[in-house]
């Protein structure tokens, strides 16, 4: 197995092929700093749904998301093998709640990379939040959501709460009340990610936001960041932010971040604090 050397952040991600470190979010041919070879460790430095702004070997620049690793969350302890089955010897222990970068998956078994060895998982103990499948009572998830939240009494640091139910798309932000229930503010319908680059599930908390992020092809608004490179934002402007170009809601084709109506991002940027608690599923 191969060693990567390790960095002292482990805000990192992995290059799965051949990449352009470029020094605008752009794909022009006349922006591109060097080339770093696939396989190679870069560094995060902030993340924005299709674009990652990363150092590599002391050079800064941006790289296009879909050619970097998944960084995924161990819910249990587990053992990194050496390769895709249990008979396969263990390389060692992945401690429960730990980051591991999945290069590729295979049927039940995640190739990945972890404390700089490279191995495999089985997937079924990882997730997108470090918690294990089937932490909530999903019954009424899809039916009524307001009773979904208050019976499972879930919790949040703040007087907010924010729901994404991906499946039928739609939004929703409740407050706490005097009673210490959950009621509903708003339902939204919403654009989540598509298959290929899916929305993440589980259970989160609002780490921060951007008044606007983009290339030179679009800008969003209003961006309030879910996890890592995933937001709530608006729907798409131009690159100037100047004209809406995209406003398809009730879709699955963005690149991961759920995208709302402009004054519907406007309204969590604004009001929604941090470590308020978000559930995507």
């Not at 993340?47 to 998944?70: C, M």
């Not at 963005?254 to 604090?273: K, T």
Request: aromatic share 14%.
């Amino acid at each position: 197995m191969r060693i990567y050397k390790r960095q002292e952040d482990d805000n990192y991600k992995y290059t799965l092929r051949n990449l352009n470190l470029r020094s605008t979010k752009s794909t022009s041919e006349n922006n591109i700093i060097t080339v770093i070879p696939a396989g190679s460790k870069v560094q995060v430095l902030d993340a924005a749904e299709d674009w990652y702004e990363v150092i590599y070997n002391n050079q800064k620049g941006y790289v296009y998301n879909t050619y970097l690793s998944t960084t995924k969350y161990t819910w249990t302890d587990v053992l990194l093998r050496s390769f895709p089955t249990s008979e396969s010897n263990p390389i060692g222990l992945v401690p429960s709640k730990s980051r591991v970068q999945v290069l590729k998956s295979n049927g039940d078994w995640d190739h990945v990379i972890y404390n700089d060895q490279e191995g495999y998982i089985f997937n079924y103990f990882l997730s997108d939040d470090g918690n294990p499948p089937g932490g909530y009572d999903f019954e009424y998830f899809n039916t009524d959501m307001v009773r979904f939240v208050n019976d499972n009494n879930i919790k949040s640091p703040t007087i907010n709460l924010i729901v994404t139910n991906l499946s039928n798309k739609l939004t929703y932000v409740f407050k706490k009340s005097d009673n210490n229930q959950w009621e509903l503010l708003y339902k939204w319908s919403c654009t989540v990610g598509k298959p290929e680059t899916p929305t993440i599930k589980g259970t989160f908390y609002v780490t921060g936001r951007k008044p606007y992020f983009g290339s030179d092809s679009y800008r969003v608004k209003y961006a309030t960041r879910i996890r890592g490179s995933y937001y709530y934002h608006s729907v798409l402007f131009n690159a100037q932010g100047t004209e809406i170009i995209n406003d398809t809601l009730g879709e699955a084709l963005s690149h991961g971040c759920i995208r709302l109506a402009v004054e519907n991002a406007q309204w969590i940027y604004d009001n929604v604090l941090d470590t308020t608690t978000v559930i995507i599923n």
